[in-house]
């Protein structure tokens, strides 16, 4: 059985992914425990182990070195559980909005830090999710998935006229095929009340994993083009980008989606 500090350092490498590229978005206790195929209800020991680790390192290089710990939260607050106070003293008695800041802080200064010799003099190699072989292959099959099949829309289809089957709730329009500003189309996508939008991007169960892949890109893209065209229509509402696919999402394309904080809902089914 593994020791806390071996699991240390299976997700220091994945928390310096984080930092690196996705220091802004959020991510859970369990998303790091998955990342490393790690079962465990006692996250804050390894928690706290890791921080020991980059002590460690610190004493002996008499290098500063960011915390990493800050860049998981708990789901019940968004924010790092009360035991960050084994890192900044103090933390549990922050107000909600001061421990937002401080994080925020914190997380920048990881995200601008070098942890390539971080790394290195810990012996451990860079937690990369796709292999530049996966990337370039990606690259290549972009733009190879052919027209839109039956399954596809009539997945489209169901969700627009059954939004609850995903969850979504007062809606006052919804339709297939709209158009962005971009030029981009979306397969659905609501208004709801309580000035909310939503996009809805469908993938069929015959979708191969690069093309999972590539619409959890398309997610990103939809994102920040619909919060840019709020921009030019003055308007006053919150986006939300949903992924739903009928197959089952790879781990890897699991980690992808998480880092990057795209709401998926895998192995949907029309309901008769």
């Avoid at 984080?18 to 020991?45: E, R």
């Avoid at 169960?205 to 920040?224: H, L, W």
Wanted: aromatic share 8%; glycine share 6%.
């Amino acid at each position: 059985m593994a020791t806390n500090k071996e699991w240390a350092l299976k997700m220091i490498p994945v928390l310096v992914r984080w930092a690196q590229g996705a220091w802004d978005k959020p991510h859970y206790y369990s998303d790091l425990t998955a990342a490393v195929g790690h079962k465990t209800n006692q996250i804050g020991n390894v928690m706290g182990t890791i921080q020991d680790v980059i002590d460690d390192l610190q004493k002996q290089s008499g290098k500063k070195i960011p915390t990493l710990n800050c860049l998981v939260f708990s789901k019940s607050s968004d924010l790092p559980s009360d035991g960050f106070d084994y890192v900044i003293k103090n933390y549990s008695k922050l107000s909600p909005d001061s421990k937002k800041g401080e994080v925020r802080k914190l997380n920048l200064q990881a995200h601008l830090y070098d942890w390539n010799w971080v790394l290195n003099s810990l012996g451990l190699q860079p937690a990369k999710i796709f292999s530049s072989d996966d990337l370039s292959k990606m690259k290549s099959t972009a733009h190879g998935v052919g027209g839109e099949g039956k399954e596809h829309k009539s997945i489209k289809e169901y969700i627009c006229s059954h939004p609850e089957s995903i969850g979504i709730k007062k809606v006052v329009a919804a339709m297939t095929e709209h158009d962005l500003l971009s030029g981009d189309r979306l397969d659905v996508y609501f208004e709801c009340r309580e000035n909310k939008h939503i996009a809805i991007e469908v993938k069929p169960s015959s979708s191969p994993e690069y093309d999972i892949t590539r619409g959890i890109f398309q997610c990103v893209k939809y994102q920040a083009v619909m919060d840019a065209a709020r921009v030019a229509d003055y308007g006053n509402y919150n986006n939300e980008v949903i992924l739903v696919m009928a197959g089952v999402m790879s781990d890897k394309n699991k980690q992808l989606a998480n880092d990057l904080a795209i709401h998926y809902i895998e192995q949907f089914n029309i309901l008769e």
